[in-house]
């Protein structure tokens, strides 16, 4: 059975930096593409991050690049989220999904995690 | 950068009914590449549809897509309990920004 397990959120400081891991079981991890996807209490879905299967490319929105690094260890079978530079827009539950098709960037997501709540708030 | 627009915003019904949910983008969207999930209260979000009109595992056959270019729909033939949620429309495939549309809360008449 797949699983997606994230853990880190925490309430944080605007300013502040945090770092969000995602734990999978259930499949060859070093051979999907992961990402992170964020929504803020009682909104929309809001997709952050993206990193292939051997970590060499990766893809950031607008919103956070330059702020968050997203990274994996293939042997830990885990995905990151490093975040930088917090702001309270970026108070959101994170979610870690799973791409649809091995050794493909673009494709859809077909497991999701629970999420784990950050908090950006003095 | 195409935008995704999801309606009607909420959509009131009873058990039993067909529900219609409509997702329009801004340009054409390339190979048919948009996806449907659903997502209740506390969970996570669960593919229903990709590649337009493809059922993914699991999913009832009361959940059907359909729809090409611009204007795509999904359609719950008769709604059971466990249908009222959010769903939401993704693009994908042709660019790593992965658009969701703003939902369509499907609620209890």
């Known amino acids: 059975e797949v699983q997606l397990v994230e853990s880190g959120g925490v309430v944080v400081q605007p300013g502040g930096s945090l770092r969000l891991s995602c734990a999978v079981s259930?499949?060859?991890?070093?051979?999907?593409?992961f990402h992170w996807v964020r929504q803020v209490p009682g909104k929309g879905l809001e997709w952050v991050s993206l990193i292939s299967w051997e970590g060499g490319t990766t893809f950031y929105s607008d919103s956070v690049k330059g702020r968050f690094t997203i990274s994996r260890d293939n042997r830990k079978n885990s995905l990151y989220l490093q975040m930088n530079s917090l702001r309270s827009e970026d108070t959101a539950l994170y979610f870690c999904?799973?791409?649809?098709?091995?050794?493909?960037?673009?494709?859809?997501?077909?497991?999701w995690g629970h999420g784990t709540l950050v908090t950006v708030s003095s | 950068e195409i935008v995704l627009t999801q309606s009607p915003g909420t959509l009131s019904l009873s058990p039993g009914e067909r529900a219609t949910l409509s997702c329009r983008a801004s340009?054409?969207?390339?190979?048919?590449?948009l996806a449907w999930y659903q997502q209740k209260p506390g969970q996570a979000p669960r593919l229903l549809i990709y590649g337009a009109s493809s059922r993914a595992t699991g999913i009832p056959d009361r959940f059907s897509g359909s729809g090409s270019g611009t204007d795509f729909t999904l359609t719950i033939s008769r709604l059971e309990p466990e249908d009222f949620a959010v769903y939401y429309c993704q693009l994908y495939g042709s660019s790593p920004s992965f658009t969701f549309g703003p939902g369509t809360k499907v609620d209890i008449k």
């Open positions: 340009q054409s969207v390339s190979s048919n590449y």
């Open positions: 999904a799973k791409s649809s098709r091995p050794l493909r960037l673009l494709y859809y997501f077909d497991y």
């Open positions: 259930g499949l060859t991890f070093d051979e999907y593409t």
